[in-house]
């Protein structure tokens, strides 16, 4: 087959929908023998990672990159729901292909057969938490992903049903797809200690990540926290890791460490040294963060609302993230409660082998095969 792709998410760095594109993008170098692929990157300021370019220029595949504003790029595809438009020189790649996969932003008029991503409906269950030039332009995306996507591929069974309730789609149009998760070679125990005293963390401390915006909930946490530390007599901090998003209001405090971006390997090390990750987001359609923190021998607290639950498993705690008291209670026992902690631990480590991407790229092409 020959497949395009929009891989023009992957230049938000900090972000679930960046770290996704990145894993399918080396998923499909890494594992795919007998299709061709064209990768299309679409960006005005941002430039594509020089690794990720070298790889796919390196490979048998083909690359594409084109100086479009997303605002331009969604004003063409989604709302005059056209391409002849941006049609120029180089994009008569797009007319030869037996499909393509479009991404999370724009949703073009294409001849050939289409197929999308749905990370999350959170614009349709929580759309007072999304940025309105966001809501706006995944309205009228998802419009035309209803009418014309031959496939849509959901991120979890959660994503998946919210489709069925707010579109008129066929049930056999959507697939469930885990994604996998990249995990960087954890650093040493020493070079652990070391990242974590150059940001100056000098107690133990509870870790939440994540773009700090309405939909993560970082104020209802820390509201939580204050009741933690009344309860809890050892010394202990917060960090919030990500970068900033709309409607940030959060500053910071005595004990309330907050770390805008950090690199692969010193998230790396902050997940590995945590007392306790914590995830009081209110709506989310994978959670990256649940399955990243498992897999460095970290117990987990989420929120039991949308996807959490499920791609958590029965390998961490849940609590209603509306709840200030609940998420406290349920810290405060994780916290006072080593052999919880450890067998949480046990468990998470088990429960992360099912999220691989040479998983989620196998599905990926049978799905595709099946409908061609």
């Not at 790649?93 to 409906?121: C, M, R």
């Not at 926290?225 to 050892?234: A, D, H, L, Q, V």
């Amino acid at each position: 087959m020959n497949i395009g792709i929009d891989i023009s998410q992957i230049a938000y760095k900090g972000t679930g929908v960046a770290r996704f594109t990145h894993g399918l993008v080396n998923a499909i170098l890494d594992y795919d023998k007998e299709n061709t692929w064209t990768f299309f990157f679409f960006s005005f300021r941002n430039k594509l990672d020089k690794d990720i370019a070298d790889k796919i220029t390196s490979s048998r595949h083909k690359l594409v990159t084109r100086p479009l504003p997303p605002t331009l790029l969604s004003f063409l595809c989604n709302d005059l729901h056209l391409i002849s438009l941006i049609l120029t020189s180089n994009f008569q790649p797009l007319l030869n292909l037996d499909w393509f996969i479009t991404s999370d932003w724009s949703e073009p008029k294409l001849a050939g057969k289409k197929a999308t991503i749905v990370h999350d409906l959170v614009f349709k269950k929580y759309p007072e938490t999304v940025h309105p030039s966001i809501l706006a332009t995944q309205v009228k995306r998802l419009k035309w992903v209803s009418k014309e996507s031959n496939v849509i591929f959901a991120d979890s069974q959660t994503t998946a049903t919210d489709l069925r309730e707010e579109y008129d789609i066929n049930k056999s149009q959507v697939m469930v797809n885990y994604p996998g998760v990249t995990i960087p070679v954890i650093p040493k125990i020493k070079d652990q200690r070391m990242i974590i005293d150059k940001f100056g963390l000098k107690n133990p401390y509870l870790l939440t990540v994540g773009k700090r915006e309405p939909r993560k909930n970082i104020e209802t946490l820390m509201t939580a926290f204050e009741e933690i530390k009344k309860n809890y007599k050892k010394p202990l901090d917060l960090v919030i890791v990500g970068p900033k998003g709309w409607g940030e209001t959060i500053e910071k405090q005595k004990d309330i460490n907050i770390l805008s971006y950090v690199t692969d390997r010193q998230l790396s090390a902050l997940y590995a040294q945590a007392t306790c990750f914590v995830l009081p987001s209110l709506y989310e359609g994978f959670g990256y963060p649940v399955i990243e923190a498992m897999h460095h021998g970290c117990p987990v607290a989420c929120s039991n609302t949308s996807s959490l639950s499920e791609i958590a498993g029965g390998a961490a705690q849940t609590f209603d993230p509306s709840k200030p008291d609940e998420i406290a209670q349920t810290l405060l026992t994780i916290l006072n409660d080593h052999k919880l902690r450890m067998r949480m631990i046990a468990d998470g480590n088990i429960h992360t082998k099912q999220y691989s991407w040479i998983a989620y790229y196998n599905t990926l092409i049978t799905t595709l095969k099946k409908h061609s």
